[in-house]
């Protein structure tokens, strides 16, 4: 009876792994090599392995992150089918590391999920709730982000159903089996799944004993089985084969965990349900008083229990891991009794401690002496460029005051030639050559101004050209003068030309800077 409730409790192990590849897996996105690996799984798990390795090294090189999580889960459900539980592990880890570097909570969610089942076939409840759990958190999350459909949490719905099932917890498997459901009803009224209704049907088989109801809707599951998907046939037979066996009925019992046996050799999945049937099959030939046929199917259990368990099993690696480490810490446990031991490990602690101490102050010091470094660093640059700055300031109001000179003599010069034209009996040509052999024209002022102007304001030139490549010389004259501050006299007295074209010139060049209408062309030309 205590194996019969030991093998009710790991048949849900790999249950619903296919649903799982069905419903959870079904909008993940696909690639060449997991299309070709699907083909070849039923006929040559080798070459199914070889091109999900090839899409590993394909995507690892081009760095797809997506398709390369993607491949890693697939191969790792490939090794989890055939029980190779270790290579199933390290994909998954490797999957779930990728998934977290680059934040994709949906393949974070699936793996999650994944490694829950993991732990549920090394028979760890707790560490499998625990990752489930975790997925169905992310999953509701993902759920009200808009960025998953409900159809995500009905698939971990079943993952928590069968895990606590496996451990004869009826009462909450009971109410997991209501929240999957509501959950398909939330997709779609009266939505039915028939790997739902295969688990409540043996589910009613346990508690409720309706064993003629739960076979009836195992049939009508398994006819959907055979055309959508054939190698679950093997868990839907077995669930048959043991609801007879708890009807007391020997020959369809048999008949059925051997056609379960046939169906997982066939496609080469759900090879944990061999060991499943073997051990059912041998208990059922030894209460019948057949014990040949009962010692032959405890031995093929006993011999693939060893190939995926046993301590030579090189598939069974990470599990001689996790019992070795629990040894040693037990050993260590005690060892930590002795009053010496105890004592080394409280120094341990104080000079790891004192240590942290030093290095949070050596760390607390690098900041400090950084933050102050870089505060210097931006208090010199500021000064310098305020410095810099008055610097040009100082030089553009001593250009400016040498440019109004230069205006103010060139207005008493016409004024005194106007007044001069006014008087009688002078020589005017004598006086006229006078003026002009003192008086410099507006293109030799304008020379001095621009040589001046430039020295001062090193760029300012080459910053409007590349800005406005349109501009003429007149039209970079008049953005100079405007820099300093000249007034439309000024400029027409420097510039040789009437205020009325002065007036013309700044208005035309407002057009070429392309300002709007209440723009300051005097600020406008300060900031570049």
């Known amino acids: 009876m205590k194996k019969i ?51 590993i090294d394909t995507y690892s090189s081009k760095r797809d992150t997506i398709n390369l999580i993607n491949t890693l889960c697939q191969l790792s459900a490939l090794y989890d089918n055939v029980l190779d539980y270790g290579k199933s592990y390290d994909g998954y880890w490797e999957a779930l590391i990728l998934a977290d570097l680059s934040n994709d909570d949906i393949s974070k969610s699936r793996i999650y999920q994944e490694l829950g089942w993991l732990y549920n076939s090394y028979r760890r409840q707790e560490e499998s709730l625990y990752y489930f759990n975790m997925s169905l958190k992310l999953k509701k999350k993902l759920l009200s982000e808009e960025k998953i459909g409900r159809d995500y949490l009905v698939s971990n719905y079943y993952a928590i159903v069968n895990c606590y099932r496996i451990n004869n917890d009826l009462e909450m498997t009971k109410v997991y089996i209501d929240s999957c459901q509501l959950a398909l009803n939330k997709m779609k009224a009266n939505n039915k799944s028939y790997y739902l209704e295969s688990e409540k049907a043996y589910y009613n088989a346990i508690v409720d004993k309706n064993y003629e109801h739960s076979l009836s809707a195992l049939y009508e599951a398994n006819v959907f089985f055979q055309k959508e998907n054939p190698s679950y046939q093997t868990v839907i037979y077995f669930l048959i084969g043991d609801i007879y066996r708890m009807m007391g009925n020997f020959s369809e019992s048999v008949m059925y965990y051997k056609e379960s046996l046939k169906y997982s050799e066939k496609y080469n999945r759900h090879l944990a349900y061999k060991q499943f049937n073997y051990e059912a099959l041998s208990q059922l030939y030894y209460n019948e008083g057949n014990y040949k046929e009962a010692f032959h199917f405890k031995s093929k259990a006993q011999e693939l229990n060893e190939k995926i368990f046993g301590r030579k099993s090189k598939n069974n690696k990470h599990l001689i891991e996790i019992k070795d480490k629990y040894r040693l810490q037990k050993e260590k446990e005690k060892a930590l009794l002795n009053e010496a031991e105890i004592e080394k490990l409280e120094n341990q602690k ?25 505060r210097n660093l931006r208090r010199k640059h500021k000064l310098e460029k305020e410095k810099t700055n008055e610097f040009m300031q100082l030089k553009n109001r001593e250009l400016t005051a040498s440019t109004l000179q230069l205006i103010e003599k060139e207005e008493f010069i016409i004024k005194l030639k106007e007044s001069i034209s006014k008087s009688d009996n002078i020589d005017f040509k004598k006086i006229h050559r006078m003026i002009n052999g003192f008086q410099n024209s507006p293109g030799g002022n304008w020379e001095e101004f621009e040589v001046r102007f430039t020295s001062v304001n090193e760029g300012f030139y080459d910053k409007i050209r590349s800005k406005y490549p ?8 008049l953005c100079a003068l405007i820099k300093l501050g000249f007034s439309s006299k000024e400029m027409s007295s420097l510039l040789g030309i009437t205020i009325e074209s002065a007036h013309t010139s700044r208005y035309r060049l407002r057009k070429k800077l392309n300002l709007e209408k209440g723009a300051n062309l005097v600020e406008f030309i300060a900031n570049i």
Do not use: H, W
């Open 350 to 374: 104080r000079i790891g401690f004192l240590q942290n101490i030093l290095m949070g102050v050596v760390v607390v010091f690098l900041v400090m002496y950084g933050i102050l470094f870089f």
């Open 470 to 477: 349109d501009l003429s010389p007149t039209d970079l004259k």
């Open 5 to 55: 409730v030991n093998l009710q409790k790991v048949i849900g192990t790999i249950v619903f792994v296919v649903c799982i590849s069905v419903s959870a897996q079904k909008p993940y996105v696909t690639n060449e090599f997991l299309d070709r690996a699907n083909e070849l799984t039923s006929k040559d798990i080798d070459s199914a392995v070889y091109y999900l390795k090839k899409g």
